[in-house]
């Protein structure tokens, strides 16, 4: 799922390519980001390439 957050893609159109609903990719996507210990998309796959996660 962090590669698609790294794309264009919307979140409805990310939910559609994982076969999920709008309201699990949030709960993933919160998930991610409290992980990586922060609160935007961008910064989330910023510091997944500086973490090589990317």
Same mark, same amino acid.
């Given at each position: 799922?962090?590669?698609?957050?790294?794309?264009?893609?919307?979140?409805?159109? &990310?939910?559609?390519? %994982?076969? #999920? $609903?709008?309201?699990?990719?949030?709960?993933?996507?919160? !998930? &991610?980001?409290?992980? %990586?210990? #922060? $609160?935007?998309?961008?910064?989330?796959?910023?510091?997944? !390439?500086?973490?090589?996660? %990317?």
């Amino acid at each position: 799922m962090l590669r698609l957050l790294a794309t264009d893609l919307s979140g409805p159109e &990310i939910a559609a390519r %994982l076969f #999920v $609903s709008v309201n699990t990719l949030r709960t993933h996507t919160k !998930h &991610i980001f409290s992980k %990586l210990d #922060v $609160s935007t998309r961008r910064a989330a796959v910023s510091r997944a !390439h500086e973490s090589g996660l %990317l």
